[in-house]
């Protein structure tokens, strides 16, 4: 084996995975192209619109700049892999849905995507936070006052959910 | 983008073998955040890659007797979530916490930031306020120590040679309360390219300033202290008048670019703008 083509292992969608990929190629590239997941947007290439958005080993990162090899062993996510695995779709994505947070919807993996990792390390977080959080990704269609008012109500179910138990 | 090496090393032995063997063809990457968009616009074309990120040696943030050392390889996200550099340095998690979008800050590095030399980096100017120096591991695996101050030497370049990799960012503890502040103007409100940005750092002693540290990104063509409006304030009490004269001297002490980002004038008229803004801002966590 030289050194230009590396076998790597992924986990990708709770799926391992084993793949052959060579030194310069993209996550991104890889996760479309190689394994068909085409949820994960192509957007501009170099980084700035976030459409590309992942999750590697539980954090958000930008798939067109990240060499696929660079991540062998990781855990990825992508859009298609937040639904459960019986198909029934995560409160984040009905929240999505009812609240007009989706239009043309190029930039909603990557927001879907950022939204259950703010979710996840803070539960309640207040309009600022999220606002700051999902500031990477741009949408160019919704003005983001639906994805903003999805991601509230997404903070208040789990609040209730929460008491509930108690 | 051409056929390339790959390689990632687990510690800094097969680190030195790998340089050894393939020096004068080396690209080190970490993140890869600065050097992946380089190597679509072909700026950069890397032969063989040695990826740093797993480098156990290059990981870790330590607070010793006089110095925090950061490990190179330290992420911009940990920077920013380091109990010891909130402590220590709040003007570098700042500055950390206004890089990129969360997306990059999750991958791109602190040592990366640094070498890659951009003059709208916006780990410099802190750091060249912190008086920072950088541990250097040449091609031999020699260690070396370099003043921040001494590091950028031109547009993009520094003084690494070939094969030569900066391992940690050493900053020197204060034993004086210090105030500061990170402010930068960009395009956007995050993943934003500096137009302008500024570091401030400020001994004071109730109003009356006995030393300041000021450096820019976006106004020369490398991260640069203002050495001159830095005399201005030294030893003086800080009022209105001072602020403003000093404001207006600091927007005349460089020679900016025009660019699509802004122009000269622009960035001029920002840099008084920011200058105030900081001061402020200094001042306020004093309580003054």
């Known amino acids: ?166 | 983008m051409n056929h390339k090496e790959y390689f990632k090393p687990n510690n800094t032995q097969e680190l030195g073998q790998l340089v050894k063997e393939f020096g004068s063809k080396v690209t080190f990457i970490a993140g890869g955040t600065d050097l992946i968009p380089q190597m679509r616009d072909e700026v950069k074309s890397p032969e063989v890659f040695i990826d740093i990120s797993e480098i156990d040696e290059l990981l870790s943030i330590v607070e010793e007797d006089d110095v925090i050392s950061i490990g190179a390889a330290t992420k911009i996200s940990e920077v920013t979530s380091s109990f010891i550099l909130i402590t220590h340095c709040p003007i570098l998690v700042s500055a950390a916490e206004q890089l990129g979008n969360i997306l990059t800050r999750n991958r791109a590095t602190i040592g990366g930031n640094i070498a890659n030399a951009s003059p709208c980096s916006d780990t410099a100017p802190p750091l060249l306020t912190l008086n920072a120096s950088l541990v250097i591991r040449d091609i031999k695996g020699e260690v070396k120590t370099q003043s921040i101050n001494d590091f950028f030497l031109s547009y993009k370049k520094t003084a690494l040679q070939q094969g030569e990799l900066i391992t940690q960012i050493l900053i020197p503890k204060k034993s004086e309360k210090q105030c500061g502040s990170f402010v930068k103007i960009g395009q956007r409100n995050s993943a934003a390219i500096s137009v302008v940005s500024m570091a401030m750092m400020l001994d004071m002693d109730s109003g009356h300033c006995r030393q300041a540290k000021i450096a820019m990104g976006g106004m020369a063509p490398i991260p640069i202290r203002a050495l001159k409006t830095e005399q201005l304030l030294k030893n003086n009490t800080i009022n209105e008048a001072l602020i403003e004269s000093s404001a207006h001297h600091l927007a005349q002490e460089f020679l900016p670019i025009s660019d699509i980002r802004g122009s000269e004038e622009y960035r001029r008229h920002l840099t008084a703008v920011l200058f105030k803004r900081s001061i402020n801002n200094s001042l306020k966590q004093q309580g003054e």
């Open chain 1, 1 to 166: 084996m030289d050194k230009n083509n590396h076998i790597i292992q992924l986990i990708v969608n709770r799926e391992p995975t084993t793949l052959l990929v060579a030194s310069n190629e993209l996550l991104i590239n890889v996760i479309r192209d190689r394994l068909g997941l085409t949820g994960t947007k192509y957007g501009c290439g170099t980084g700035q619109c976030a459409a590309c958005t992942v999750l590697v080993n539980g954090q958000p990162v930008l798939g067109c700049l990240t060499l696929a090899v660079s991540v062998d062993g990781a855990e990825i996510v992508t859009a298609e892999g937040v639904a459960a695995p019986d198909g029934s779709l995560d409160p984040i994505q009905d929240a999505f849905i009812g609240n007009a947070a989706i239009q043309c919807g190029f930039c909603t993996p990557g927001m879907i995507l950022v939204s259950k990792n703010l979710l996840e390390s803070s539960p309640t977080p207040s309009e600022d936070e999220i606002r700051e959080h999902i500031k990477g990704n741009l949408c160019r269609c919704t003005g983001y006052n639906g994805i903003v008012k999805a991601i509230k109500s997404c903070t208040s179910e789990k609040k209730r959910t929460e008491l509930s138990t108690l």
